[in-house]
C-alpha cells in the first residue's frame, strides 16, 4: 500500500494512494492518522498551526480621530487602556489618505497632546497600501495615544511640502521576528 500524504491546508491532509479501491479508504485513513500520530510522538514530525506570516498579531482597541488642515494634520488613537509597548515590538498601522510621509507618536499617561513628547524621530514613508511598520527600538511604558502626524510639519519638524494627509484606520502589534 504505497501513497503519500497531501497537505490542503492548514488544518488538514488527505491521503491518495495508487491504487483507487474505495473499500481500502477506510482502512488507509485509518493507517496514515495512526503512522502520522506515531511520528508526531517520536519527535520526527511536528505538527502546529500559526498565521499566515508566523506572528502573534494583537489589534489595538481603542478610539480613532483627527484634526488639522494642509499644514498639519493628526490622526490619533485614545487607547482603551494604557499600554506598555515594549523594545523589539512591531507597530503595524494601516492608513487611509495619501500621504507619502508620516511621524508616528507614543504618547504617555499625563503628557500633553500640544507636546512632542513620545515622537519616534524618524520619518516613516508610506507606501501604495497604507500600512506602515515601526519597530520599537526601546520601551515605551504607559502609553495612552498612538498617533499620525501628516501634512507638511510635525511639531516643527518638517515632513515634506507636497504631503498629504493620512488618518488611522487601525493598529496592530507583533513581537519582532
Known sequence: MSGVIVFESYWSFSFFTVTNGKEYLMMKNILVFFVFTTLTLLGYVSCYALPLEGEIIKSIEGEADSFGGKLWHASYMNLTAPRNF?????????????????????????????????????????????????????????????SVHSGRQAFGKGISIFNDNADIVSIDVSPDK
Open 86 to 146: 515594549m523594545k523589539g515590538e512591531q507597530l503595524k498601522i494601516t492608513l487611509k489618505g495619501s500621504a507619502k510621509w508620516v511621524y508616528v507618536r507614543l504618547l504617555p499617561e499625563g503628557a500633553n497632546a500640544t507636546s512632542a513628547k513620545g515622537i519616534i524621530d524618524k520619518r516613516i514613508h508610506v507606501p501604495p497600501k497604507g500600512v506602515i511598520t515601526v519597530s520599537l527600538e526601546s520601551n515605551h511604558p504607559n502609553i495612552r495615544q498612538v
